[in-house]
């Protein structure tokens, strides 16, 4: 599949996200809504980053169930195995291999600057191991393995994107071009979703508020509880202005998922309290949402099929990325079979 996909010179795009949690709405919303068009306009490549989230210590019973659940809601959004490469990154040992040998191709201070090492260290601060601190080096081998040509990222991620071109291009400078200096893709129209609980914070995975967090596969109940229970304003106005940052969030949430401008939004709830659009953000929400859980209930009930389509993802994975292992130890010097 991905030799005749290169033959037609679409550019090859990278994404991977780790099992660490299932996907919030924010994700969704964000970036991965967007995924399944990818797979028309870019030889797509997709992964669940399992092999990262081990920087922290997670419980391998529920490791293993988020894989398994996230592999099966990036079915369940539209990613097609038969058009994108979709595979677990630990069942690739391509990954940890490129991984190491980049670890020798960057620099001490490099690593020391990146910002996510200095906030997890503060979050984890029983747990700073080295993983923590070389992961860039493994998410550079994720990136460069493939010649990915774009990676999308959001405007908070550049720095990681960064490290890796700046690590891809030392290599190269050495030893020629080896490897594709890839580009950041900053998709214009993901939203950025914020707390419900908070809306001066984005909304995250690891909220100790449960309030503030929608997950794709909350029961629709939990959905529309969360939402009433957004935090507001006490101005009664549906309208988007600065100061105004639960409003604003609701806005661009529903503005997402219904593709109305935000004229349009505040036509529809003039003279309306924020009880009634809330209800309605909550529902524009579980709509959207309905499809994919109905999918999800689907794959996760045939779990053989999920097996022998990540095994069949794995495959194509390691055919494409040993070509550029390959080349690069061959460039090194190493003793090749």
């Known amino acids: 599949m991905s030799e005749e996909i290169k033959q037609e ?59 398994l659940e996230l592999y099966a809601l990036l079915l369940s ?27 020798c191709y960057t620099m001490f201070g490099e690593l020391s600057r990146m910002t996510q090492f200095k906030d997890k260290s503060q979050q984890h601060a ?66 950025r979703v914020m707390s419900l609980a908070d809306p001066t914070r984005k909304m995250s995975k690891s909220d100790p508020n ?19 229970s957004a935090v507001t304003d006490s101005e009664m106005s549906v309208r ?26 505040e036509a529809e709830f003039a003279g309306k309290g924020y009880g009634d659009f809330k209800k309605a953000v909550g529902e524009a929400v579980v709509n959207e949402l309905e499809p994919v859980q109905k999918k999800f209930k689907e794959f996760m009930s045939d779990k053989a099929y999920l097996e022998e389509k990540w095994t069949a993802g794995a495959q194509l994975a390691q055919r494409v990325s040993q070509r550029t292992l390959d080349k690069a130890m061959k460039k090194i010097g190493f003793m090749m079979k």
């Open 9 to 67: 010179r679409k550019k090859r795009s990278l994404s991977l996200i780790q099992p660490t949690s299932i996907p919030t709405l924010g994700n969704y919303l964000g970036a991965m809504k967007g995924w399944p068009k990818f797979q028309d306009d870019f030889d797509t490549i997709f992964g669940i980053a399992d092999l990262h989230s081990i920087t922290v210590r997670q419980d391998p019973k529920k490791l293993r169930q988020q894989t």
């Open 77 to 103: 959004i539209g990613l097609d195995p038969e058009k994108s490469i979709l595979f677990i990154q630990s069942h690739v040992p391509q990954h940890s291999q490129l991984g190491w040998i980049l670890n």
């Open 126 to 191: 029983d747990n700073v191991n080295s993983g923590l601190f070389t992961y860039p080096c493994l998410m550079a081998a994720d990136i460069l393995l493939y010649q990915a040509d774009i990676v999308p990222v959001g405007q908070d991620q550049k720095q990681h994107l960064e490290i890796t071109r700046d690590i891809a291009e030392r290599f190269n400078g050495i030893y020629g071009n080896v490897f594709t200096v890839p580009e950041p893709y900053i998709p214009k129209s993901g939203a």
């Open 210 to 228: 449960p309030k503030g967090t929608v997950y794709l596969t909350d029961e629709p109940s939990v959905i529309m509880k969360k939402f009433k």
């Open 240 to 265: 988007y202005a600065e100061g105004k940052d639960g409003i604003n969030n609701l806005m661009t949430i529903y503005s997402a998922v219904t593709g109305k401008d935000y004229d349009e939004i």
